[in-house]
């Protein structure tokens, strides 16, 4: 057997909407206050798309500014995986219209599906092609405008979400001193119940009764999606660091899901991780799904931690649920 190739995140590019919505906003529009919500979930303000501004129009912004930190051309490019809940539209996919917008001439791709598990599964995905030599250059993609599907009257779920995006390139690494180490993902479709947006699909069908149900909206069991986010995620990394024959103080970078900072620290707390290896950004964005990730790993090279050859190791629980642990050297 030929051995597989080892891929690495060659450039990285992020993208929120100017708009904010900040706590104060939410106190005038929901039963809610600012020390709430800082206590319970971290959160001070996030970002908010404009009317018309779609998640492949945050997902081409992101994309270009990682091909511009990269000095390549869209044309470049040759595949597309975009991770998101809140696709432009059913079909096409998202990926169709960012490889137009973008002028990606070269490039096919497709959808993924994984809720807050997107931005990592893309990864993998687009690890992938690489490995097997298919390809040579892969846009991964984690972008999602939650405020099309939040329902602003709602206060446990209003506060908490907001929108952005993050592309990673992918290319063949040079050597095993860089790139994509390991991962462990995990799906458990039990868990579908509590974090979900029932209506607009094939069971039921947008109609004046899935509206007036509120349907269009997600809708979350707190408490359920916190004791697995935190169960979970804590024994994959922990799984994932022993058989690659390392301990959570071994760690430089911690990158998690960006969903409540409680859920964060416990997590922190259970794999033993040096305090400054977190990555925490939950406070300037909320919870923007498929886009945390990538924006963390931006907020993480921003304060100079995230450098070439640290050890890092994404963290994500979501919808699904999905969950993913995924260990790599950052390669630039
Ligand atoms: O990214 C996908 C994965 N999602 C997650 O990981 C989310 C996981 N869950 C959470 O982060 C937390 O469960 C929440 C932030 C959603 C909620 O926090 P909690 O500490 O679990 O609160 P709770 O749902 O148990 O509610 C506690 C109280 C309730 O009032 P009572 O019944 O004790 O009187 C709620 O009605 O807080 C109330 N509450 C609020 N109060 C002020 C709920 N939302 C709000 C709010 N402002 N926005």
């Known amino acids: 057997m030929t051995k597989a190739i080892r891929a690495k995140i060659s450039a990285l590019g992020t993208y929120v909407p100017p708009r904010l919505l900040t706590n104060a906003d939410l106190e005038r529009m929901v039963d809610t206050n600012n020390e709430w919500i800082m ?89 992938q092609f690489i490995a097997s030599g298919a390809h040579k ?69 947008t109609s004046k009764d899935t509206i007036a149900k509120k349907m269009h909206y997600v809708h979350q069991d707190g408490q359920q999606v916190f004791k697995f986010a935190v169960r979970k995620q804590t024994e994959l990394c922990l799984k994932l660091l022993e058989r690659n024959g390392l301990k959570g103080s071994d760690v430089d970078v911690f990158i998690p899901h960006q969903a409540n900072l409680r859920i964060i620290n416990a997590t922190a707390e259970r794999l033993g991780l040096r305090a400054e290896s977190v990555i925490v950004n939950i406070d300037r964005y909320g919870n923007t799904t498929a886009g945390t990730i990538p924006l963390a790993m931006n907020t993480a090279m921003e304060e100079g931690k995230l450098k070439k050859g640290s050890l890092v190791l994404l963290a994500s629980v979501g919808a699904g649920f999905t969950i993913g642990a995924t260990l790599l050297r950052w390669a630039f």
């Open 137 to 205: 250059r892969v846009l991964a993609i984690g972008s999602d405008v939650m405020s099309s599907i939040i329902d602003y009257t709602d206060r446990a779920t209003c506060v908490i979400f907001g929108d952005g995006a993050g592309a990673a390139i992918l290319e063949p690494a040079e050597n095993d001193s860089e790139g994509l180490i390991d991962f462990i993902h995990e799906v458990d479709g039990s868990g579908g119940q509590f974090l979900y947006m029932p209506g607009g699909g094939s069971l039921h069908p």
């Open 39 to 127: 206590t319970r979930v971290g959160i001070r303000e996030r970002h908010i798309a404009e009317k018309g501004v779609a998640t492949s129009d945050l997902a081409v912004e992101a994309s270009r500014k990682a091909l511009a930190q990269r000095g390549m051309e869209p044309s470049q490019i040759e595949a597309i995986v975009v991770g998101t809940v809140t696709p432009d539209m059913f079909f096409p996919s998202t990926a169709c219209i960012v490889q137009n917008k973008l002028g990606a001439k070269g490039a096919w791709g497709f959808d993924l599906s994984a809720a807050c598990s997107a931005f990592v599964y893309s990864v993998q995905v687009g690890a």
